[in-house]
């Protein structure tokens, strides 16, 4: 049997953390299998449904690298095939014309919460003679939903569960206008898309039950249901905006890699021993849903910062440099010639060891770009007193001297230098740092030595001392 699972968003927002990760989940149980992985938009509420919701959607699957098989299935295309099923259900006597008005049925919901009862439909054109039914009125259709015993199903994350019957009325699967219901739409799309198994977050359990009457009274075969526990925020609470809560392109924005957001995605809720760093390859041989954790994961920023962190350190250096570039041209508003390029590609070693995000690593690189004088900032200025002024100054002098331009020799140089002035290290390398970058934090004073060269770092000096 070939595994078949789906991703079925409803376009009436941004792909959100939470569902990514139930992408992502149906996506791997599917790879690893050697099954489909299938992308359908459940857009058949069209007054919510909108073009940039599902642009959004897709565009932030193809930035995770989700690659679905086949064609995206629209679900509003398919609203004939779903009411011929209902009227199918109809001629099997499995369903029923329902000609309560909308009154009627607002009266039925007070009179039940009036009295504290459950607010469901009373069944009262179940088995009534369709030749009472109102003039002039369109009917919904409605399934007859076993009235004893249970409806059980076996859920592959949350075991067994069973809800008696008398508890579910009878839902609606046809509106009045005949257009289906998300219950009956769900069904046929995923009967048809030939779907195995459906990995869903668990606020979908009470619907699978429902569906599962549906499928019952076809006689379809049922899938797999797996129903993951849902995100929620450091404290515990229901996952918000304040929480984490944003449209993946947010993420993206704020500079986390693809492969770093999969990572974080896979480790909410699912576990493999003790392995934190999980690549996708790793995580498709090991997925399975048996490791689903039952409740709910936690959403924690600090941690997806340091694991992005670590996928920086670990990025080839040219995707990291044509990342950065954009950010550089984006924020400086100017165009980079091959200098800064080549400075850049010099100093991405240094600064991608310091980097949890690429904005924090564009503005690490700005030293590489920025135009003589530099504009110090606020920290650098303060590093920046008469006395530091005279001592690079100093400095600037023995740097001339030097021919071979190479660490071990600036190295020498400034170490030397320190000693002669009865000071450590340190004392003169930070007002050089910024001098040279024009901040307090930056890749090794070495490497910023080298990425700059001999000419460019001895002007960036000059232009500090010469304003003694």
Request: hydrophobic share 40%.
């Amino acid at each position: 049997m070939t595994f078949v699972t789906r991703f079925a968003p409803s376009p009436t927002g941004y792909l959100h953390i939470g569902g990514a990760r139930t992408a992502m989940f149906n996506w791997l149980f599917a790879r690893h299998h050697g099954g489909r992985f299938r992308l359908r938009i459940e857009d058949t509420d069209r007054k919510r449904s909108t073009p940039e919701a599902i642009e959004a959607i897709i565009e932030g699957m193809r930035w995770l690298e989700l690659d679905w098989d086949d064609e995206v299935v629209y679900q509003s295309n398919k609203s004939k095939r779903h009411a011929e099923i209902a009227h199918e259900l109809l001629k099997r006597g499995a369903a029923y014309n329902c000609y309560a008005t909308p009154e009627e049925l607002e009266k039925m919901r007070e009179e039940a919460r009036a009295e504290g009862r459950h607010a469901s439909y009373d069944g009262r054109w179940r088995d009534r003679n369709l030749a009472e039914a109102p003039p002039g009125i369109s009917p919904a259709v409605r399934l007859k939903t076993p009235q004893e015993g249970e409806t059980i199903l076996n859920d592959l994350v949350q075991g067994e569960v069973r809800v008696a019957n008398e508890e579910l009325d009878d839902m609606v699967l046809l509106r009045s206008d005949g257009t289906p219901t998300y219950m009956l739409s769900v069904v046929v799309d995923d009967h048809d898309m030939e779907i195995t198994h459906a990995i869903r977050g668990d606020d979908h359990l009470t619907n699978a039950v429902r569906q599962a009457q549906i499928y019952q009274a076809l006689d379809w075969k049922l899938p797999e249901f797996a129903h993951i526990p849902l995100i929620h925020g450091p404290d515990g609470a229901k996952l918000s905006k304040r929480h984490g809560a944003l449209g993946i392109g947010a993420y993206r924005e704020m500079g986390y890699l693809p492969e770093a957001m999969r990572n974080y995605l896979l480790r909410l809720g699912w576990s493999h021993g003790d392995d934190e760093i999980i690549s996708t390859q790793q995580a498709i041989e090991w997925f399975g849903l048996e490791t689903v954790g039952k409740s709910p994961a936690r959403f924690d920023f600090q941690k997806l910062e340091n694991l992005n962190g670590i996928y920086i350190r670990e990025a080839d250096d040219h995707r990291l440099v044509d990342m950065v570039t954009a950010g550089l041209i984006n924020a400086t508003g100017r165009e980079l010639n091959q200098i800064h390029l080549d400075r850049l590609k010099l100093a991405m070693p240094g600064l991608k060891e310091r980097a949890k995000t690429i904005p924090e690593l564009v503005e690490n690189a700005r030293f590489c770009v920025e135009t003589r004088p530099l504009d110090l900032d606020t920290k650098a200025q303060k590093l920046i007193d008469d006395e530091a002024r005279i001592r690079l100054a100093l400095l600037r002098s023995c740097l001339d001297t030097i021919d071979d331009w190479i660490e071990s020799t600036l190295d020498e140089t400034l170490r030397a230098f320190a000693a002669s002035e009865g000071i450590k290290l340190g004392k003169i390398a930070q007002p050089l740092r910024a001098a040279l970058t024009g901040r307090t934090v930056s890749p090794g004073i070495f490497d910023v030595l080298l990425v700059l060269g001999r000419e460019e770092s001895l002007a960036r000096i000059s232009d500090i001392g010469s304003t003694l």
